[in-house]
C-alpha cells in the first residue's frame, strides 16, 4: 500500500506596514464599529495594532471575516484596559506568594542540607537536572556580578560562594520551580505541610504560577487566554466540566497559599468592582463560575502564610 505524499502547506506572506489611519480604514471594512476615529487614531498610537485588535479581538468575529453585528472598537478597548487591570491586582497576589515560597524553601532546605546544600547533588532527585540548575545560578551570578550583594560575598567570606537564602533572592522564580521539583520527596513534603497541602500539588501550582507570573510581567493577556501550564486541583476546586487551562484555575491555586486575611478579600472585592467596571468582560472566557466570588473566599481550614 503506497502512502499519500506529503503535501507541504501554503505558506502565508506577511502583512505590508499599515498606516494608523489604514488601520482603521481596514477595521472598519471588516465591520468594526469605530465612532470616534480620532479617539481610535490616539489609541492606535499608543497601543499597537498587533497586542490591542490581534489579542481583544478574539471571538468577536470569525477567523477571516467580518466582525459580529454591533462590535464596536471601544468594546475592544475595555477588553484590554480590564486584563491591564486584573493582570495588576493577579500580580499583586503572586508577589505575596513567590515572596514567601523563596523564604519558606531557603529557611527549610538550609536548616535541613546546610546553607551550601544547594551544591551537593546528593540532596536531589536527579543529577543531571542539579547540574543545569547550578548551571542556572552560574549565569545569574554572571549577569548580576556587579550587585554588591553578590561582591559582598564574593570578596568578604570564605570560599567566596552564596548561600541558599542570598541564591533564592538571585535566580528566577521558574528556576526555583525546578529546584522544589528536583528536591527529595521528603523535602518537598516538608514545605507542602506548611501550606497544609499535598506536596504534588504544591509542585504543580510552584510551575503553574511562575508560567503566569512571566505573563503577567511582560504585559501579556490572562484574559481569554489558554494556560499551557495547567495545575492539579483538589476535587473540592474541581467545578463540573471546568477547563484548568483559564485564569480563574490560578485563583484557587493562589487562595490555598495566601493567609485568610482583609488583604485577599480586598482582592476578590477589586475583581467585582473591575467586572462592574468593564461591563463587556465575559467572565465564562475566564472560566468564572457565577458563584466565583464565593469560592475565592477561603475557608477557615484553608492554609495560611504566617
Not at 481569554?224 to 485563583?251: C, G, H, W
Request: with cysteine; aromatic share 14%; charged share 25%.
Amino acid at each position: 500500500m503506497k502512502s499519500k505524499s506529503y503535501q507541504p502547506r501554503e505558506l502565508k506572506e506577511h502583512q505590508p506596514p499599515l498606516t494608523i489611519d489604514e488601520q482603521i480604514n481596514n477595521l472598519k471594512r471588516i465591520g468594526l464599529i469605530i465612532e470616534d476615529e480620532e479617539y481610535a487614531r490616539d489609541i492606535l498610537n499608543d497601543i499597537s495594532y498587533f497586542r490591542l485588535i490581534k489579542a481583544y479581538g478574539l471571538g468577536l468575529k470569525p477567523r477571516n471575516g467580518k466582525y459580529f453585528e454591533g462590535v464596536n472598537f471601544d468594546q475592544i478597548v475595555e477588553l484590554y484596559l480590564f486584563n491591564a487591570n486584573f493582570r495588576q491586582l493577579i500580580f499583586a497576589q503572586i508577589e505575596r506568594v513567590e515572596v514567601n515560597l523563596r523564604c519558606r524553601v531557603a529557611n527549610y532546605f538550609s536548616c535541613e542540607h546546610g546553607i551550601f546544600g544547594y551544591m551537593d547533588e546528593n540532596n536531589f532527585q536527579d543529577s543531571n537536572r542539579h547540574q543545569e540548575f547550578l548551571k542556572d545560578v552560574e549565569e545569574e551570578l554572571s549577569r548580576n556580578s556587579r550587585s554588591p550583594f553578590v561582591k559582598n560575598f564574593q570578596k568578604n567570606y570564605i570560599g567566596g560562594n552564596l548561600p541558599l537564602y542570598a541564591i533564592v533572592e538571585l535566580i528566577s522564580f521558574g528556576t526555583l520551580s525546578k529546584f522544589y521539583k528536583n528536591m527529595k520527596n521528603s523535602d518537598k513534603k516538608a514545605i507542602a505541610n506548611m501550606y497544609g497541602i499535598g506536596f504534588t500539588y504544591l509542585e504543580s501550582w510552584f510551575e503553574h504560577i511562575s508560567y503566569v507570573r512571566n505573563i503577567c510581567a511582560h504585559y501579556g493577556r490572562l484574559y481569554n487566554a489558554v494556560l499551557v501550564k495547567r495545575p492539579m486541583l483538589y476535587s473540592q476546586d474541581t467545578m463540573e466540566n471546568a477547563d484548568n487551562s483559564r485564569i480563574f484555575t490560578t485563583l484557587l491555586c493562589l487562595k490555598r497559599l495566601i493567609i485568610n486575611d482583609e488583604h485577599w478579600e480586598k482582592f476578590v472585592t477589586q475583581i467585582s468592582q473591575l467586572l462592574k467596571k468593564y461591563p463587556h468582560v465575559n467572565i465564562k472566557l475566564m472560566e468564572f463560575p457565577e458563584n466565583w466570588d464565593e469560592l475565592l473566599i477561603p475557608s477557615k481550614e484553608t492554609a495560611k502564610i504566617g
